[in-house]
């Protein structure tokens, strides 16, 4: 009995489902606004030093690269994230597409600038990294 049953249960899935298969059609989003979110998870009493670093060199190079900002940053007061960032994707799924960005590179050099030379520049990128214990992200659409 238990044999019959999973095929005469797809069958009729199958069955219920084909009519609307063939009445749908492709449809594409219309004008989809892709964010990248971030969340990220920083060592115990490293949140000031993080935040200080956001606000002194990666705010400041975006300002002077004139590259994109978070359009949201939040703090987690509870959770397992410190930290959550939502980034707008303003050329959609397109900026996937890049090996080496234009406006990183734009970054990276004001980043270099601020912080006073490129060792310095990667002095502060590692201690950021040495800040931050796990991070994830995440391609949404905004609806």
Known sequence: MKRILLPVTMLVFCCL?????????GKKYDN????????LEFK???TARANEIIQNYFMKASDKAGSRKPALVLQA???EWSMIVVWDMKEGLDELN????????KWMNAMTE?????????AILDE???LVVHSTSYL???F
């Open 77 to 79: 007061a509870t959770g």
């Open 98 to 105: 890049w090996e080496t960005n234009p406006d990183d590179v």
């Open 17 to 25: 489902l084909f009519p609307l298969c063939l009445q749908a059609q």
């Open 128 to 130: 950021w990294s040495s």
């Open 114 to 122: 601020i912080a006073g030379g490129a060792d310095k520049a990667k």
């Open 140 to 142: 949404c659409r905004q």
């Open 44 to 46: 115990h009493d490293k």
């Open 32 to 39: 989809p606004q892709w964010k990248t979110i971030e969340m």
